[in-house]
């Protein structure tokens, strides 16, 4: 008996591990699809955005491997407690990096799309808010392999930077727009690809809050919304 129960521990533990670099390999990827699009944008590179686009698959296969092995792990090892959270919230979190990598593949499309339009000024800022969007992913899904409750809450913290660069970006294209008609179809899917940045800020931000439960036990409070473009006049 002694031997089965520490085969099943180390089963177990084998499991654990596969699905945290499942889920590692997924944000890695996110990382890259949210950057190389952004840069693809930056650049005018047509082509570099369409690879985006077609490497979404390989984030969507991870998911589905994901899946098959929590599921399969919870039905075999029947885990409890913090075992039983932590293999739950990487269902999850596998769940929101699909979404994350739908958001980027999106980001792509618009990319390619706007190569055929003129440049204009506020383009700038998002490739900073992809930088700190992307920077929340790694420190999410470094939280979740490390069991960090500290690190989560300093990603949730962040999310407000990305709501902040949000309504500056929205004021500017506003500007544009209201300035040039010429500028308002690029400037729509200019505030598309920024909002898809704001939705990937708040995913993180879910996932931080997931990594902070299965380390914790215990739920954040909710957290404040600082995008206010709601109200922009």
Known sequence: MADSGAHTVRAFDED???????????????????????????????????????????IDALEAEAEQLAVTTIALRAPMASDLREIISALKISSVLERIGDYAKNIAKRASTLTQSSQIEPVVIVPQM??????????????????????????????????????????????FMMENPHHITP???????????????????????MVYFTVTGEHLTERPKTDDTAYAT
């Not at 889920?23 to 930056?42: D, N, S």
């Not at 400037?187 to 995913?203: C, Q, T, V, Y």
């Open 16 to 58: 654990i591990n596969r699905l945290r670099s499942l889920i590692t390999q997924m944000g890695g990827l996110c990382e890259a699809q949210i950057t190389a699009a952004v840069a693809a944008l930056v650049d005018r590179n047509g082509d570099a955005a369409m690879d985006v686009v077609a490497t979404d698959a390989r």
């Open 130 to 175: 992809a930088a700190v969007v992307a920077g929340m992913i790694k420190d999410a899904l470094d939280a979740f392999v490390d069991r960090d409750a500290d690190k989560a809450v300093a990603v949730c913290q962040r999310d407000r930077d990305v709501d902040d660069f949000y309504n500056s970006l929205f004021r500017s294209l506003l500007t």
């Open 187 to 209: 400037s729509a899917h200019l505030l598309f690809i920024a909002k898809n940045l704001e939705r990937i800020g708040d995913h993180a931000t879910n996932i931080a809050e």
